[in-house]
Nanobody, 123 residues
Framework: QVQLVESGGGSVQAGASLRLSCAAS????????MGWFRQAPGKEREFVAG????????YYVDSAKGRFTISRDNAKNMVYLSMNDLKFDDTAVYYC????????????????WGQGTQVTVSS
């Protein structure tokens, strides 16, 4: 059974940085596209950042461009999201997920999710 465990969230002030981690177990995700997603209170879960395994290209939602960086460590089966210059609107529960189909990453199209990690940014 695949398990995704997100960690690294916290409560910070605007302008601070955080690094989120995603540990995958149950199978290797080394050949998958990986993504980070978030869900703010009262809103649907949305795509934030993706990394395509085939060419290591990355893609970010507009609000994350220039501030967030997605990376992975295949040897450790880990995915990271470095977030700089955090803003109040970044407040959400953050999740990771992966699949061979990069399109699913961009659509946040998954039936199963981890517990997520809470990021709270105060202005």
């Amino acid at each position: 059974q695949v398990q995704l465990v997100e960690s690294g969230g916290g409560s910070v002030q605007a302008g601070a940085s955080l690094r989120l981690s995603c540990a995958a177990s149950g199978r290797t995700f080394s050949g998958d596209a990986m993504g980070w997603f978030r869900q703010a209170p009262g809103k649907e879960r949305e795509f934030v950042a993706g990394l395509n395994w085939s060419d290591l290209s990355t893609y970010y939602v507009d609000s994350a461009k220039g501030r967030f960086t997605i990376s992975r460590d295949n040897a450790k089966n880990m995915v990271y999201l470095s977030m700089n210059d955090l803003k109040f609107d970044d407040t959400a529960v953050y999740y990771c997920n992966g699949d061979l189909d990069y399109g699913r990453i961009l659509r946040a199209d998954f039936a199963s999710w981890g517990q997520g990690t809470q990021v709270t940014v105060s202005s």
